[in-house]
């Protein structure tokens, strides 16, 4: 499982605080140079992570992690997660604070995830993460079944890979299965696995 780690930047730590606590894959995309490249990276990784996190802190001056984290809590609520750290006591005007509040309750109603701390991220993280592999391990095929896969992206971890849409031959019958996300992923030994 992977984590992007998104939201407030300008020397902002908490990126440094998380990491230690994760057991899972993370993207950090924070480089000392923004390239064309690194946007690209960005986006591609916000859309093959099982997650994206959203952390913003009173360190914040720009907007649009609010606008990433609504339109990620509309588009894939389940995989969206808001984290507000700070209060009006450490950093945040009443009315910033009240304002962003909104932003967190507004990504709960939209089926995403609202935090006020990286220790609850962190735990949600890890029971999601034992959640899934408990799913991915009971779909595992057996060695030597056959999957076609017809879709060009693949997540590998270790010897197997997680596919979102294959066609399946066992006992000579075919099915194709689709799955929508991660919590409907298949895995399958990477050797078992021919691209159509």
């Not at 009006?88 to 509040?101: P, Q």
């Not at 991915?136 to 056959?146: S, Y």
Request: aromatic share 10%; proline share 2%; net charge negative.
């Amino acid at each position: 499982m992977k984590v992007f780690l998104g939201g407030t930047c300008n020397n902002s730590t908490w990126r440094d605080d998380l990491m230690p606590m994760l057991t899972i894959n993370y993207f950090n995309p924070v480089v000392g140079d923004w390239t064309e490249e690194c946007m690209e990276e960005e986006r591609e990784q916000r859309e093959i992570c099982d997650f994206c996190l959203y952390v913003i802190t009173p360190e914040m001056t720009g907007v649009y992690s609010i606008a990433e984290v609504i339109d990620d809590s509309n588009k894939k609520p389940e995989k969206t997660i808001f984290c507000l750290l700070g209060n009006t006591g450490n950093g945040w005007t009443k009315g910033k604070y009240r304002s962003l509040n909104q932003v967190g309750e507004m990504v709960n109603r939209n089926g995403g995830r609202y935090f006020k701390s990286l220790e609850e991220v962190a735990e949600y993280l890890e029971i999601e993460n034992e959640r899934i592999n408990r799913i991915i391990n009971r779909m595992k095929f057996k060695k030597g079944d056959k999957v076609k896969l017809i879709n060009e992206k693949i997540r590998e971890y270790g010897e197997t890979a997680v596919i979102t849409k294959a066609y399946i031959e066992m006992n000579t019958e075919c099915y194709t299965i689709e799955f929508k996300s991660t919590y409907g992923a298949m895995l399958v030994f990477k050797e078992d696995i021919e691209k159509v």
